[in-house]
């Protein structure tokens, strides 16, 4: 059993303890060491990941290649790419841990499976994409009306455990500016 | 009975007779004239639109009093501020008619009504907040990675029949960048 995704669930709809053997029953446990890729372009996404223990960014690279993070993941949070899971599309992006990881993996045919057996965790998931798509539109009000000063106070009030974790360049790279910025920023004690 | 909704829930889930007439039964037509507010800031968004005719906008007034818009609605896709529907929060944005419109309402006690009734309509909501999520995370990429005249020439490439329905200066709000950029673009025959 794994109690960590159990106890996230039943923050969102209600489950019996026979659905939370099934549940468990259909989640594979990975463990990954520090920058190991999840995900690579070109290839299908096998699933969603929740997120045990560790972090993980997801990552495009760009024309001029520099890596744009889209998102990071942290313990109690899912990540995976969407776009490849929904079209049964390669995707187009990056999934690698920032540090050493422990995830538990909700394979595409485990997860229609599990909505098959465990209808709630339908609405499980009809949530946690609602919560995204709420957090992304959040995401982009931000980038067109706060300055770049302003997107690192709101990120560090919002996530103040978080800017400990991750190397400066990666968070440069998810705010949208460049590790120099970063770093003069930091240097007026923000 | 209404059939382009029908059509486009049937085009994700499989839906029976009776449970297409349970689908119908749940929602609300109405009509609005060009300019009318379906929500403002500080009211509950009432449920999710599904549009039938016309084209609709969302936006946020920022700090400058600007109008930001964050989404466009045109025939066949579903609007509403998922921010307040899933937090049962006053809303932060304004859903306003570019367009006389028709719309059906899903009402939020409707909805949760409608799921016990029709289980395969919390599949068809699950694949509708994960295309948006995607289709957002896609805008995030895009604001990071493409420059002005480069997301111009893309939106109009993916929905050329939506640019000569909106007032250019919604068009520069949607894009990011100001009406006057965009008349200069436009002159260069893009």
Redesign the interface.
Same mark, same amino acid.
Request: proline share 3%; charged share 20%.
């Given at each position: 059993m794994y109690p960590e995704i159990l106890a996230h669930i039943k923050r969102y709809v209600q489950l019996q303890p026979h659905e939370e053997q099934l549940v468990c029953d259909m989640l594979e446990l990975k463990k990954y060491k520090k920058k190991e890729f999840l995900l690579e372009p070109g290839k299908i996404c096998q699933g969603n990941y929740f997120i045990i223990k560790g972090c993980i960014r997801q990552y495009?690279v760009? /024309?001029k290649l520099n890596e *744009?993070i889209?998102?990071f993941g942290l313990e109690n949070w899912w990540i995976a790419d *969407?776009?490849s899971?929904?079209n049964k599309q390669p995707a187009t992006s990056y999934i690698q841990t920032v540090e050493a990881c422990e995830v538990l993996l909700l394979t595409e045919k485990n997860r229609i499976a599990l909505?098959e057996q465990v209808?709630v965790m339908?609405?499980y998931?009809?949530?946690m994409?609602? /919560?995204?798509?709420?957090s992304?539109?959040?995401?982009?009000?931000f980038?067109?009306?706060m300055n770049d000063e302003e997107r690192y106070r709101n990120f560090s009030k919002l996530y103040p455990g978080f800017m400990q974790r991750v190397p400066q360049y990666m968070l440069a790279s998810y705010l949208?500016f460049t590790p120099q910025f970063l770093s003069r920023l930091r240097a007026k004690k923000v």
């Open positions: 495009f760009n /024309k *744009q889209i998102a *969407q776009d899971l929904l909505f209808p339908e609405s998931f009809r949530i994409m609602q /919560k995204a798509f709420v992304s539109q959040r995401r982009i009000g980038l067109f009306n949208g």
